[in-house]
């Protein structure tokens, strides 16, 4: 299963954490890395300095924040392999897997077992088979030969092991059959629970000999502890756990993380959104009654089925999920069902109901087309909250006060799950949509807003990806949280049509245009914002000629008394910004570092096979060996429990070319040959051992630490072939480059829709092209906590009577504006239309940032000088020889 970018950029976050905590310990390497710049941008606020777990500077201990729907657990199961090379430095690590629940445990575990499961196939592509998964309750299950020798991975709740008096608790009760796994374990071990004076009785010995528990077991060989949904697991009771259990590190996985947990890394639900694994934005409506928001709920499902008839990108039947009332309250899931069969004539054999009493979804695939029933309806009051996951769900409706519930969150979170992880044409499949019954639309807003932040969205990205139903919500901005985006402007026209016209007419609606039929009868357009011409005569097309002339004559009054409200994007303007090109071998490609290494073989067979002293050194010592690794002393010991694997190796097995073997395993690249990997690496080693004379015996305990700076040498390489690739295309003599309108990126309505805003309210932008409520949100603040430089900096563009409109591009927005540079993307910071029709693409930075720019103003340049003259490129700095920003971006004009 391909990670995704998010999912690669947090893994490889932990990794460099893991790999510098091996060095400069745990808390020197966390405040380096949340520290730097766009490392503190991301986390906003969660990062800050390191809080060690019970005080233990040396157990490497963090989160990483990831919304509902971003793939904790794919991710867990790739980060073990992450711990083991970087960190832990064993073969095959000891894996204690917990979770918040049994329902979650059973499913985990299951999963893992499963060879077919991705979760278990990423284990499988680091450690190979066997491997060796056990739910908790089975540990009786484990050999003594397993150990050291396959993956071990124990999954079990966070409630097995959180208890306060350790008797009579199954995995720290004394048990006869774990004996062979302590018969080189001194009875009287430091740090493992003793048998005390109850259990003494019982089996015989000494109260101060060690229990052969499974506790005690992960105790002795250090397991690396995963803990899912960490919010959960946060009490002082849980740390004493982690205490027992002795964890080598301990790295947790939550949407919603506690303040001393230490996050590493978050995602960002706008980045879910762009690698289209979450519905967003949330569409909502709000009902007086519960029957208005049932009717509401059948009528959107029935309107998203049209849509999927004509979605050939993969089967979806959307299904509604219905969260009904506790027993003895007004609408239950009884009273539900029989509502949904009498007043709404709903196939019985459509709906299911999952609660922990009834169970109808047991054994039915959702996703099959042929299933019998083809289920349309769920029912549930909170038993779907565990595991449960359909990315057919689409409509969250709530009969219950979502407000005061614990696990409308939970619900919610199934809806928004992306079918196929796949963009649909049709903009409605691209939504999620939740139906609530409230006295105003403010209320629902709000308590839909609470429970998405729940689930992991930071607070202006919840309100950003919240809009109303035009038919059952309201954009009246005293009725929303505040500042909010400008109100929407809306007009209702009233037509008579035949259902076959109407339908019709439904198929033909853009995504800002609703067309309705109420009980009584009345058809009704509904036109929300600002549309073009043909989106209308697209509607009208399918009308009889009376309604089409009349939804004319109100759009276009409409449209005249609202005009002046609209932004450009609003009104329908488009742009251009020209893409950078360049003739590589005879083809005309898309300027992208990584494309250009395609057609630039590199090898290792000519790279140096040499490691210097002052790279890499190993010296015995007395009691183990201590390592010199680019100037940074580490000590391994032979009781380390990182060595414990090698311990139990015959030294008469050793030989170079099982060295070799080993740290290929390691030192794997995709873009290397296994053949010319392994020759390297054998010269490589042959050099360590004869040339410098390192003893094989010291090679083969520190091989983990070796490979990592193998891996860093070919990583090295690479980038230096890349680099190279990347100058040859673009900037050598001979070089070909041009821009091209045609690839070009193109600005429009909506591009930066889920994106945070601006939110201030001391200034409007008046020349924003999205509009003065769109302006994405901008980067850094002042110390004093007021606006920082990059707000300035578009105050001062916003004021140039030079430009017509401009927009803040948004990095790794996958529609913004972006140039090339060695190691990925540059992303300017404003593009801009002049009134004279060139383009200004302005890459802003503070005097801090500077120094690190040169490469992106070279290819800013190189953008410039090849558009012939439609295009200007400006690096702007706070000021450069007393001019401002503004006297910078004129110089340049």
Request: charged letters at 30%; glycine letters at 6%; proline letters at 4%.
């Given at each position: 299963m391909q990670l995704k970018t998010y999912q690669r950029e947090t893994l490889g976050t932990l990794r460099r954490f893991l790999r510098d905590a091996r060095v400069r310990g745990p808390k020197a390497a966390y405040e380096a890395i949340t520290s730097e710049p766009d490392q503190a941008r991301r986390l906003r606020g969660y990062g800050g300095s390191y809080t060690p777990l019970l005080g233990d500077e040396e157990l490497p201990y963090v989160c990483l924040r990831l919304p509902t729907g971003g793939g904790k657990t794919i991710l867990a199961a790739h980060s073990i392999a992450a711990a083991a090379e970087d960190y832990i430095g064993q073969e095959f690590p000891m894996v204690l897997w917990l979770v918040p629940s049994t329902t979650i445990r059973k499913q985990t575990a299951e999963a893992l077992q499963n060879p077919r499961h991705p979760y278990r196939k990423a284990l499988s592509e680091h450690f190979g088979e066997p491997l060796r998964v056990f739910d908790m309750s089975d540990f009786l299950r484990l050999r003594p030969h397993d150990i050291g020798r396959h993956l071990c991975v124990f999954v079990g709740t966070i409630q097995n092991l959180r208890v306060s008096n350790t008797d009579g608790r199954k995995v720290y009760d004394h048990q006869e059959d774990l004996e062979p796994f302590f018969t080189k374990v001194p009875k009287r071990a430091k740090g493992l629970e003793p048998l005390g004076e109850d259990l003494t009785k019982k089996v015989g010995g000494d109260p101060a000999d060690i229990r052969y528990s499974f506790a005690n077991l992960m105790h002795l060989h250090r397991p690396l502890m995963i803990v899912d949904e960490a919010h959960k697991a946060v009490t002082g009771l849980s740390r004493?756990?982690?205490?027992?259990?002795?964890?080598?590190?301990?790295?947790?996985?939550?949407?919603?993380?506690?303040?001393?947990?230490?996050?590493?890394?978050?995602?960002?639900?706008?980045?879910?959104?762009?690698?289209?694994?979450?519905?967003?934005?949330?569409?909502?409506?709000?009902?007086?009654?519960?029957?208005?928001?049932?009717?509401?709920?059948?009528?959107?499902r029935a309107e998203l089925a049209e849509e999927a008839e004509k979605d050939r990108e993969g089967y979806i039947r959307p299904i509604v999920l219905f969260q009904a009332q506790d027993k003895g309250q007004e609408v239950t899931v009884e009273v539900l069902k029989q509502h949904l069969i009498d007043v709404h004539r709903v196939d019985e054999s459509s709906i299911a109901i999952a609660t922990g009493e009834q169970r109808e979804l047991d054994g039915i695939d959702l996703f099959d087309p042929n299933a019998d029933p083809l289920i349309e309806y769920v029912i549930t009051k909170e038993a779907l909250k565990e595991g449960w996951d359909c990315s057919f769900a689409y409509v969250f409706c709530s009969v219950a006060n979502i407000k005061s519930s614990t696990d409308a969150e939970q619900l919610l979170g199934r809806v928004l799950r992306m079918p196929y992880a796949t963009r649909r044409k049709s903009p409605k499949l691209n939504k999620a949509y939740a139906n609530l019954v409230s006295k105003s639309f403010a209320e629902a807003a709000t308590a839909l807003r609470d429970r998405l932040v729940d689930m992991g969205f930071e607070e202006t990205e919840a309100e950003e990806n919240i809009e109303a139903d035009p038919q059952f919500g309201s954009d009246d901005p005293d009725d929303l949280w505040a500042p909010r985006r400008r109100p929407k402007p809306s007009v209702r026209i009233e037509i008579e049509a035949s259902d076959e016209e109407l339908s019709n007419a439904r198929e033909?609606?853009?995504?800002?245009?609703?067309?309705?039929?109420?009980?009584?009868?009345?058809?009704?357009?509904?036109?929300?914002?600002?549309?073009?011409?043909?989106?209308?005569?697209?509607?009208?097309?399918?009308?009889?000629?009376?309604?089409?002339?009349?939804?004319?004559?109100?759009?276009?009054?409409?449209?005249?008394?609202?005009?002046?409200?609209?932004?450009?994007?609003?009104?329908?303007?488009?742009?251009?910004?020209?893409?950078?090109?360049?003739?590589?071998?005879?083809?005309?490609?898309?300027?992208?570092?990584?494309?250009?290494?395609?057609?630039?073989?590199?090898?290792?067979?000519?790279?140096?096979?040499?490691?210097?002293?002052?790279?890499?050194?190993?010296?015995?010592?007395?009691?183990?060996?201590?390592?010199?690794?680019?100037?940074?002393?580490?000590?391994?010991?032979?009781?380390?429990?990182?060595?414990?694997?090698?311990?139990?190796?015959?030294?008469?097995?050793?030989?170079?070319?099982?060295?070799?073997?080993?740290?290929?395993?390691?030192?794997?690249?995709?873009?290397?040959?296994?053949?010319?990997?392994?020759?390297?690496?054998?010269?490589?080693?042959?050099?360590?051992?004869?040339?410098?004379?390192?003893?094989?015996?010291?090679?083969?305990?520190?091989?983990?630490?070796?490979?990592?700076?193998?891996?860093?040498?070919?990583?090295?390489?690479?980038?230096?072939?890349?680099?190279?690739?990347?100058?040859?295309?673009?900037?050598?003599?001979?070089?070909?480059?041009?821009?091209?309108?045609?690839?070009?990126?193109?600005?429009?309505?909506?591009?930066?829709?889920?994106?945070?805003?601006?939110?201030?309210?001391?200034?409007?932008?008046?020349?924003?092209?999205?509009?003065?409520?769109?302006?994405?949100?901008?980067?850094?603040?002042?110390?004093?906590?007021?606006?920082?430089?990059?707000?300035?900096?578009?105050?001062?563009?916003?004021?140039?009577?030079?430009?017509?409109?401009?927009?803040?591009?948004?990095?790794?927005?996958?529609?913004?504006?972006?140039?090339p540079v060695a190691g990925g993307w540059t992303y300017p910071d404003f593009v801009a239309k002049l009134k004279d029709e060139r383009l200004l693409v302005v890459e802003y930075k503070g005097s801090h940032l500077v120094a690190d720019s040169a490469e992106k103003r070279a290819v800013g340049d190189l953008w410039q000088a090849r558009s012939g003259g439609d295009g200007v490129y400006v690096f702007a700095e706070k000021a450069v020889d007393g001019k401002g920003v503004r006297e910078q971006i004129r110089a340049q004009l």
């Open positions: 004493e756990m982690q205490s027992r259990v002795n964890p080598a590190a301990v790295i947790e996985f939550t949407a919603t993380p506690q303040k001393k947990s230490n996050i590493l890394h978050a995602v960002s639900a706008l980045e879910l959104k762009n690698e289209q694994m979450i519905k967003l934005p949330v569409q909502l409506g709000e009902h007086q009654t519960w029957q208005g928001a049932v009717t509401a709920a059948i009528a959107k033909a609606a853009s995504d800002n245009i609703a067309v309705t039929k109420d009980d009584d009868g009345k058809a009704t357009i509904v036109v929300t914002g600002f549309v073009r011409d043909e989106e209308i005569e697209q509607v009208a097309a399918a009308l009889p000629q009376a309604a089409a002339d009349r939804i004319r004559e109100d759009v276009a009054k409409y449209n005249a008394e609202h005009a002046h409200k609209a932004s450009p994007a609003e009104k329908g303007e488009e742009f251009v910004v020209p893409a950078l090109m360049a003739h590589v071998q005879g083809d005309l490609v898309f300027a992208d570092s990584e494309r250009f290494a395609e057609y630039f073989d590199w090898s290792l067979k000519d790279a140096p096979v040499q490691l210097g002293k002052d790279e890499f050194d190993v010296n015995a010592t007395e009691d183990g060996f201590e390592i010199d690794l680019d100037g940074n002393n580490l000590t391994l010991k032979p009781t380390d429990q990182s060595d414990q694997l090698l311990l139990d190796i015959e030294v008469d097995g050793w030989s170079e070319a099982s060295l070799v073997r080993l740290l290929a395993k390691q030192v794997r690249a995709d873009d290397v040959p296994a053949s010319e990997m392994l020759a390297w690496l054998s010269s490589v080693v042959q050099h360590l051992t004869g040339t410098r004379g390192l003893p094989l015996a010291a090679l083969m305990r520190c091989r983990f630490i070796l490979a990592r700076k193998l891996k860093d040498k070919v990583d090295a390489l690479r980038k230096a072939a890349r680099e190279n690739a990347y100058q040859t295309c673009l900037f050598a003599p001979d070089a070909e480059v041009e821009v091209s309108f045609d690839e070009g990126f193109r600005f429009f309505d909506g591009m930066f829709d889920g994106v945070p805003s601006y939110r201030g309210t001391k200034y409007t932008f008046a020349k924003h092209f999205l509009g003065p409520d769109r302006v994405p949100r901008f980067d850094g603040k002042g110390e004093d906590g007021a606006e920082g430089e990059e707000f300035k900096a578009a105050q001062l563009i916003d004021a140039m009577p030079e430009i017509e409109y401009w927009v803040r591009n948004v990095s790794q927005h996958p529609n913004a504006f972006r140039l």
